[in-house]
């Protein structure tokens, strides 16, 4: 199985805070690249579609294309709030291929990623979106 | 009001005018409480002063369609106190109780979106939380309720209400000191002095909830805001907080006190 990542730097910062910021108690702020976008494409190991916040573990390669566990973030959404946009428990299945847009973290020897806000869903491999809701609330 | 009267036991006799007259003894002192008893402030009906507040709400919302914006204490807040800005600047994400699955605090909690539900009792009045499972007693003046020791704290705080020109207000003080207990998202801490005032009415069929809270050590003045919000029809899915989603990010923290042991919490 071939897996992509391409790295770029851009101005996304704006649209993580809109979904970051606004409502997370679990600040996320300075643990994230907030000026660097990331796409990772890989295989979803585990969705964890809990309280207070959901997350996603995806397999795909690093800047060295060495496969390593992303865990992916979206910020301080809470499960209430991804329902509204559509997501449920079901929503990624282990084994399925899947691209996201995000900021990595930080932290040197971790590989985390905050999910891309702003209704920029992840999309499955035939690229569409998982959901197609805007609003989290 | 009637389930006064169908509390007062008629009693039992042999003989059918002995029955009946204790039955007009009976009636007749019924009709004499039944005329105390707004003095007495014991029927909520028949009050004014009550509002109607029993029932599902949403979570309010901010007036000229802000949302919750008008309930967030910035982190650069200019009514926090320079005790606030340096207990926030030396206080690391990692060391928040919100990481080990701890309760919003209050009046932060209405930040959350998520209804609940107000059940007014004739002595208390509990507001259940859609979230955390958190229920709040409120005790109303007049009914001998016992008070917290001088040396209890309580993390939700003790509530005390009144009903006041058609609204209750609630006093809550004897909260513990709590490191996020102004606001969670940007480390503002609440002291022992910390006193929410709530004022919950009507307004047509909207539940209207002004808030105010004041302490001393860490706030300049008193932080207000009013929300509005409308009848729901249910409290929505269970919330539980599970460690695994609570801490999760804490992987990614960077810590502020680098040369300190890391810290390692306790798996509950």
Not at chain 2, 96 to 111: E, F, L, N, S, V
Not at chain 2, 219 to 246: H, I, Y
Request: charged share 20%.
């Amino acid at each position: 199985m071939t897996l992509s990542k391409r790295l770029f730097i851009a101005l996304a910062g704006f649209t993580l805070c809109l979904t970051s910021q606004v409502f997370a108690h679990h600040s996320t702020r300075g643990i994230y690249h907030e000026e660097q976008m990331l796409e990772l494409t890989g295989t979803v190991k585990e969705w964890a579609f809990i309280n207070p916040h959901p997350y996603l573990t995806l397999e795909a390669e690093d800047e060295n294309g060495v496969l390593r566990n992303w865990d992916l973030s979206y910020g301080g959404a809470a499960v209430v709030h991804l329902q509204r946009q559509g997501y449920s428990s079901d929503t990624f299945k282990p084994g399925e291929i899947i691209t996201v847009h995000g900021n990595p973290a930080r932290k040197a020897g971790v590989y985390g990623l905050l999910m891309e806000g702003g209704g920029n869903h992840p999309t499955r491999e035939n690229g569409t979106p998982v959901v197609e809701g805007g609003s989290m609330f | 009001m009637d389930n006064h009267h169908q509390s007062i036991p008629l009693g039992k006799a042999k003989g059918g005018m002995k029955l009946l007259s204790m039955r007009m003894n009976t009636l007749i002192r019924i009709a004499g409480f039944t005329c105390l008893l707004p003095l007495a402030g014991y029927s909520q009906a028949a009050s004014d002063d009550i509002p109607d507040l029993d029932g599902l709400w949403t979570f309010g919302q901010c007036p000229g369609g802000r949302f919750l914006g008008c309930m967030t204490l910035l982190e650069d807040d200019p009514k926090l106190t320079d005790r606030a800005l340096a207990y926030q600047a030396a206080f690391d994400e990692m060391a928040q109780p919100k990481y080990d699955c701890a309760p919003m605090p209050i009046p932060h909690m209405y930040t959350d979106p998520y209804n609940y539900r107000l059940e007014q009792l004739e002595d208390r009045v509990r507001i259940y939380y859609g979230k955390d499972d958190v229920v709040r007693t409120i005790w109303l003046e007049g009914h001998g309720h016992s008070v917290p020791a001088i040396n209890e704290f309580l993390y939700f705080g003790h509530a005390i209400g009144k009903y006041e020109d058609g609204a209750l207000v609630v006093t809550t003080n004897k909260f513990t000191f709590d490191p996020q207990g102004l606001n969670a998202d940007f480390r503002i801490p609440s002291s022992t002095q910390k006193e929410l005032t709530e004022r919950f009415s009507r307004d047509g069929d909207d539940l209207v909830l002004d808030v105010s809270t004041v302490d001393t050590f860490f706030l300049k003045e008193p932080w207000t805001f009013n929300v509005r919000s409308t009848p729901a029809t249910s409290m929505g899915d269970a919330w539980t907080c599970e460690l695994d989603g609570a801490r999760r990010s804490l992987m990614f923290e960077i810590s502020k006190y680098p040369e300190d042991p890391e810290a390692e919490r306790i798996k509950y």
